[in-house]
């Protein structure tokens, strides 16, 4: 018997030890569908266009709890196409019926010109584009609690494919100056000079660009992550991760690629096509990019609660741009010899002639118009913050915040051809150089204060105060602002275009006191159950403006050196601002002047402050609730409630008529009533 006992013992304790451990399983999935055609008004009716685009995309979510640990495992596929086309696409060749020779023949890039004048509006007709994008994710998350602390470790792996047709300039683009009509002049203002070249037939400056036709790009790109969430004490919390980022630029499915390879001291350049060896720099890979693989991105946070309604709250992270890749590679593929770039400019000695611009043998060897340093780095982009929170009375909150972020590796994108007589490299087109060696930094403290929701009544409001300065207003490929001065790039250091001084913002939000447990019409009737359940909400924006740069828009000498609009104007020191700003005259434009003939303008970028906005919008909504699971909601929303008028585009181009003056405004009062029934 004892021994029977003894065997049921370790019996019991084995069918206790094999029990099945609690595992729950839960399988989400989703079907995303959006599809948009619109019509593309111009400022010329008869070059409007059409565009469309659709999206789908297919989320699937595993989670696994077993035992302490928790499994997440997401797969995601998404594919979206976006599509542009003008009037005359597949309809009528405007470009080659009107006798200009060397444009593109296809159809699909049939259209009109783009005709860019020193003071008239240029004219653009629409570029055509076909795209669809396709991405194929799997991503996993292992989270499982250690005493005080939650950690969590996982990765992802994304591969991506694009496939695009896009001629941005199959038709031509040309620049008209008045160089001619002056008597070789190199006057920077227009006076009419500039229409009168074109009635004569002759821009100063002939581009073209199209081809190669269809391309398919693909990429790849991996992380994986550590985390730990330590609440070390009831008062001390951390937050402690480490980030690694892999990615491998585009590369092109038939090697359709090409960069170029130049000197060190930019004194002579060659083309280079996918796995090639450049004579200056050596071997490139085939995506004619080298990888950049030191992305170790560190984050940590803390919550310190100082004192009973205190906290104090601090963190520091590094991010990385991951979308420079795909724009860099959409360029490198319009490039000869499996696409068409053509660059050409015309002297009072030696004109061109808008319908012979492209036919005549080019002198240059090299007209390639695009080239990326292969040694091109991520953007990285480290934030600190710091930030203060009070409580007051249990109803009130107020706190601080301040942040600063510092960004290196970020686009320059240069002429390094082009110098104050003209190109400098003989036998090589105008051409645009990418590199990483631009910086930024941003100082902005916030100061907030919110009353939270008594009796139905809650409101609060944020001043911010920033100052943003950078040489290079973006962390992805594809910049479009060119560096006045390839030999100074000092000089392109000022505010950041998104750059706004001061903000404030406040928001209430409210329940009409109308209905049961409310102060009035509680006792049911007609009247309660039409106003019950209200809820108000309102937020006012107020933000002072954006800063321009002051510029030289087609002026002759500019586009002898193969550009346009990248000269920024002469300042003289006066004030910029004006007392009494007005939509004719928003600042000083006496302070500005045309630079003199081969002389780079001494203005800052971007120090011009355009104009500020004030907005008040509201929201009025209701819950009808009809019994069990079943609601119908009601919400009207206002945008610009009071109707306040807002400038918006400003003309900072000198030699422009409507230089000074501002240009558009901002939307008008607009509403929208909402019906959704929920069951």
Known sequence: ?????????????????????????????????????????????????????????????????????????????????????????????????????????????????????????S?????????????????????????????????????????????????????????????????????????????????QQATLQYGPGNVVMKGRSMSLFLQDDWRKNAALTFNLGLRYELLWPFSEGDDRMVNLDVAPDFTAVAPVLSGQTGPFSGAFPAALLRADTNNIAPRVGFAWRAARATVVRGGYGISYNSGAYANIARQMVGQPPFAVTDTRLGTALAPLALSTAFTTPSPSTTTNSYGVDKNYALGVVQT?????????REVWNLGANYTYTRGRSLDIVRAPNRGPEGLRIDGVQPFLWQTSEGGSELNA??????????????????????????????????????AQDDQNLAAEWGLSSFDR???????????????????????????????ENWRVSTSFTWQSGTPYTPRIQGAAADVARGTTGTLRADYNG???RVNDPTIDVFFNTGAFSVPATGAFGSA????????????????????????????????????????????????????????????????????QANIRFRF
């Not at 010329?44 to 499994?71: C, D, E, K």
């Not at 600190?384 to 007051?392: G, H, I």
């Not at 939000?509 to 102060?519: I, K, M, T, V, Y």
């Open 1 to 121: 018997g004892g021994g029977g006992g003894r065997a049921g013992g370790a019996g019991g304790r084995g069918a206790r030890g094999n029990q099945p451990q609690r595992t729950s399983v839960t399988l989400n999935a989703q079907l995303q569908y959006r599809r948009n055609d619109n019509e593309q008004n111009n400022l010329f009716p008869t070059l409007g266009g059409r565009t469309s685009g659709s999206a789908l995309t297919v989320p699937l979510a595993l989670n696994i709890a077993h035992r302490r640990n928790l499994h997440n495992v997401n797969v995601i596929f998404s594919r979206t196409s976006n599509a542009s086309s003008g009037q005359y696409a597949f309809v009528e060749d405007v470009a080659g019926n009107a006798g200009i020779a060397g444009v593109a023949a296809d159809p699909f890039a049939w259209g009109v010109p783009t005709l860019t004048f020193s003071s008239l509006s």
């Open 123 to 203: 004219v653009r007709d629409v570029a055509p584009s076909e795209r669809e994008d396709q991405r194929v994710s799997l991503a996993y998350t292992l989270t499982r609690p250690w005493r005080n602390h939650t950690l969590r470790a996982g990765g992802d792996f994304r591969m991506d494919r694009a496939s695009s047709r896009t001629d941005s300039n199959a038709r031509g683009a040309f620049v008209f100056t008045g160089l001619y009509s002056s008597g070789g002049l190199a006057s920077a203002r227009g006076g009419g000079l500039d229409f009168a070249d074109f009635l004569l037939g002759m821009p």
């Open 384 to 392: 600190w913050n710091a930030d203060l929170s009070r409580d007051f």
């Open 445 to 482: 403290v916030a100061f907030r204060a919110r009353r939270r929701p008594v009796r139905g009544l809650g409101f609060g409001a944020t001043y911010t105060l920033a100052k943003s300065r950078d040489n290079a207003s973006t962390i992805g490929g594809g910049g479009t602002v060119v």
């Open 501 to 531: 001084r001061h903000q404030l913002s406040a928001d209430v939000s409210a329940e009409l006191p109308f209905g049961q447990n409310r102060p009035w019409l509680n006792n049911g009737g007609f009247w309660a159950k039409l106003l």
């Open 574 to 576: 006066e004030p910029i």
């Open 604 to 671: 800052s970028r971007n120090m011009i402050i355009g104009p500020g906005s004030r907005q008040l919008d509201a929201q009025f909504s209701r819950d009808l609730r009809m019994g069990r699971t079943r609601v119908l909601s009601f919400q009207l929303n206002a945008s610009n409630l009071l109707n306040m008028v807002n400038y918006s585009a400003l003309d900072t181009v000198v030699n422009s008529p409507t230089f000074g003056q501002v240009l558009s405004v901002r939307p008008m009062r607009s509403m």
